[in-house]
């Protein structure tokens, strides 16, 4: 018990903000403790508003008070941290930022466990004793404790919602049941609920059917895969093989054009020097012959000269000279232009047998989905020109840099009358269909721009629908789109919502892959941050579109490198 005692005080020394034993501890002006970094930072973020006040019990100080250090009540910390007491003892379990708050505690609250939908108040454990000891609130219907117990208040009449209405499908109060759903089908919540339950199950096996189907799908799909893997792999080394053998085919005749030419020139080069040899040994006789004439020429003698002349002008047989023949000489050049035209018609034969072997490649169907890209650059592989649609463009809206912007005016534009134009919704949408992998970004400015795309055939007027709302991108199953909302996020298909958390950016990317019904939208600023990804099927080609709420607003799909 008296370890008891020293925990429960030790729980009186925590900071109410940090829920650790106080550090540098202060006491603010209403009697309140902190640590003095904790309501530091606190009252650091009212600044801006100039009036300071308690976490706890919201009293207000104006000028900020000066914090000065408890001295006593740091001493008392110290020796509660010399005797190893740290924080709150584990079976005060204090409610975090993340939990259900007991609405009963005062002060600091504990954690709730249950929530009551009849009294619409959560309880720790001790405040919910009373629901198992009193007769008439043991009845109660008691859940996990849970925030969301406002949804069971009507928001008109401040009353518990019992009462469901088949005709609107929602939740009404007793007094909504009298008043505008008079007349409706109505039953119970509990009855409806009941009801649910029953398609629910419907909806679980069907649910768990498809589980079982697609796991057939997974594993066929994987037996495709590895045969893919093989048939591809046996592919590439075929036709590895195939070019190797064509080029030590070409390699091969190479050689033996490399080979016949040099054998060639071997023997018209022998040829030619044994004719030179020849052509030195005439020149020398007849140079010889020559300078015996010349010398019989200047005899005196007659009788020597008519005896030597005879004999010394017979020349003997001419020896066959290159330069006797009257047939022009051919060199290697007709080699080289026969290889030349080998080569051209063979690389013809591949240029014209190229698109067959490409498209043969393209045209294996692997049934798989691709990788989707993972880095900007990757993205931007698959960028698209798109352009905005004038026809379709409401007539506030002004469209301008080759129709690519767009801004929302406050004077009606000039514009003629078609039948795709949107009427009542300051909406338009592009003149290029997608149904391909793309990806585009739209740089925007002002307030509730909306990022969107859509089937052509979306609705351009107002329906039954009082507000209209069928029509606008994101509120039908034709248009999916991602909405500004208080700072923050808000994607749409079909009229259902889901929030994102911000902080917003001025340029959003998308990226789609119309075959494997992926849509994603992505925040661009100097990094690349998923916002939402959607898994469907997309029926028709869509179409990129924008929303505008608010005059001066403007959008525009930027060029990408």
């Known amino acids: 018990m008296a370890q008891r005692g020293i925990q429960l005080d030790g729980a009186k020394f925590c900071c109410s903000i940090c829920l650790d034993l106080l550090k540098d501890p202060v006491t603010i002006?209403?009697?309140?403790?902190?640590?003095?970094?904790c309501i530091k930072s606190c009252w650091d973020e009212e600044d801006q508003r100039k009036i300071h006040s308690c976490p706890q019990c919201r009293q207000t100080f104006t000028p900020r008070p000066v914090l000065v250090k408890n001295t006593?009540?740091?001493?008392l910390v110290?020796?509660?941290?010399k005797t190893g007491l740290q924080a709150a003892p584990p079976d005060l379990c204090y409610a975090g930022s993340a939990d259900v708050a007991c609405d009963v505690c005062t002060g600091r609250k504990l954690k709730a466990l249950k929530s009551c939908l009849v009294c619409l108040v959560s309880y720790c454990e001790q405040h919910l004793q009373r629901h198992y000891d009193v007769a008439p609130l043991k009845k109660h219907k008691l859940v996990e404790a849970t925030v969301k117990l406002q949804e069971n208040i009507c928001s008109r009449h401040d009353e518990v919602m019992k009462v469901f209405c088949r005709t609107d499908q929602q939740c009404i109060c007793y007094l909504c049941s009298m008043d505008e759903h008079e007349?409706?089908?109505?039953?119970?919540?509990?009855?409806e609920r009941a009801e649910r339950q029953e398609e629910l199950g419907v909806s679980r096996q069907q649910i768990q059917q498809r589980i079982q189907d697609r796991e057939k799908d997974m594993k066929v799909l994987q037996q495709q895969a590895e045969a893919i893997n093989r048939?591809?792999?046996?592919?590439?080394?075929?036709?590895?093989?195939?070019?190797?053998?064509l080029v030590r085919f070409i390699e091969k005749r190479s050689s033996d054009v490399k080979e016949r030419i040099r054998s060639r020139q071997k023997e018209e080069a022998s040829r030619a020097e044994e004719l030179q040899e020849k052509l030195k040994r005439e020149i020398a006789e007849l140079r010889r012959k020559d300078a015996e004439l010349e010398q019989l020429s200047h005899t005196e003698d007659h009788i020597h000269f008519l005896h030597s002349y005879p004999s010394l002008?017979?020349?003997?047989?001419?020896?066959?000279?290159p330069g006797t023949n009257i047939?022009?000489?051919?060199?290697?050049e007709d080699v080289t232009a026969a290889v030349s035209e080998a080569r051209d018609k063979l690389q013809g034969i591949l240029t014209e047998e190229w698109p067959k072997i490409s498209l043969t490649v393209t045209e294996v169907d692997v049934l798989l989905p691709q990788p989707e890209p993972k880095t900007r650059a990757e993205f931007l592989q698959y960028s698209h020109q798109i352009t905005l649609d004038p026809n379709t463009a409401h007539t506030y809206l002004s469209l301008s840099d080759g129709n690519r912007k767009v801004t929302c005016m406050r004077e009606e534009q000039l514009y003629s009358s078609h039948p795709d134009r949107f009427i009542n919704c300051c909406q338009v949408l592009s003149r290029e269909s997608l149904t391909e992998r793309c990806y585009w970004e739209v740089e925007r400015s002002g307030k509730r721009v909306s990022v969107a795309v859509a089937y052509k055939d979306i609705s351009r007027t107002?329906?039954?629908?009082?507000?209209?709302?069928e029509r606008q991108f994101g509120y039908n199953d034709k248009s999916w789109a991602l909405h500004d909302y208080k700072n923050s996020y808000q994607f749409i298909h079909n009229n259902i919502k889901t929030s994102i958390p911000g902080p917003l950016s001025s340029r959003v990317g998308v990226y789609l892959d119309h075959r494997a019904g992926i849509l994603s939208f992505y925040s661009i600023s100097e990094t690349m941050t998923l916002l939402h990804r959607v898994q469907t099927t997309f029926t028709q080609p869509l179409h990129p579109g924008m929303w505008f709420q608010y005059f001066g607003a403007a959008a525009e799909l930027c060029k990408l490198k």
């Not at 002006?29 to 970094?37: I, K, L, T, V």
């Not at 006593?72 to 001493?75: D, K, N, R, Y």
């Open 29 to 37: 002006p209403c009697g309140h403790s902190y640590c003095m970094s």
């Open 72 to 75: 006593m009540l740091a001493e």
């Open 78 to 81: 110290e020796e509660l941290r």
């Open 183 to 191: 007349g409706h089908k109505k039953v119970s919540v509990a009855a």
């Open 231 to 245: 048939s591809a792999d046996k592919a590439v080394e075929d036709s590895e093989k195939i070019f190797t053998e």
């Open 313 to 321: 002008s017979r020349l003997s047989e001419s020896t066959d000279s």
């Open 327 to 332: 047939r022009p000489l051919r060199y290697f």
């Open 462 to 469: 107002f329906t039954t629908d009082r507000t209209g709302n």
